[in-house]
């Protein structure tokens, strides 16, 4: 049986997933084609839903995403049963104004030396597709799941609701 997925490209639906999850796992391709992860703390989309993250221009990161664009994050929040995947390019920017307009201070704990320092360097992400599970996570719907599966032999399938892919435009 085939699994349920309803198909969008506004991209407001992962947008409005993430919001309230800072921490995303970032994944690269290294040199040698090894898949290597990392959190990285998403600052504020811009509203054609581009994300954006600090770094320094001499991390491995940098590295890898001048050799590969196609990165991937990764954002969770298990007690709401919230999973994104997100599929995009990267680009590395280096814009001043760009990196004063998104700093904060919280950030000053990674970069001591405040907005100016001259080893930031931003990393843009175009979103090329995403994908939501957002499945209840109550004691009645689990519960509902077993039974389906007891009776029919078929496990719980996510309606159009729980599980969205996004492909923006």
């Known amino acids: 049986m ?3 997925v309803a198909q969008s490209h506004d991209v407001t639906k ?7 999850i800072k921490i995303a796992m970032l994944t690269t391709a290294e040199t040698n084609g090894q898949l290597h992860s990392r959190p990285m703390y998403t600052q504020k989309p811009d509203e054609d839903g581009t994300l954006w993250f600090f770094t320094e221009k001499d991390s491995a990161k940098i590295d890898e995403v001048q050799r590969e664009q196609h990165v991937n994050l990764g954002y969770s929040k298990p007690g709401d049963n919230l999973y ?13 104004t760009k990196i004063k307009d998104l700093w904060t201070e919280g950030l000053r704990s990674w970069f ?3 907005s100016d320092d001259p080893n930031i360097s931003l990393l843009k992400i175009d979103i090329e597709r995403g ?14 799941g077993y039974v389906k599966a007891v009776a029919t032999g078929e496990r719980y399938q996510p309606t159009g609701d729980e599980h969205v892919q996004v492909t923006p435009q």
Do not use: M, Y
């Open 131 to 144: 994908e939501v599970w957002d499945q209840p996570s109550n004691v009645l719907v689990n519960a509902f």
């Open 14 to 20: 992962l947008i409005d997933r993430i919001k309230d």
């Open 2 to 4: 085939a699994e349920h």
């Open 112 to 114: 001591p030396k405040g």
């Open 84 to 96: 994104v995947s997100i599929s995009g390019i990267a680009t590395i920017v280096n814009d001043r």
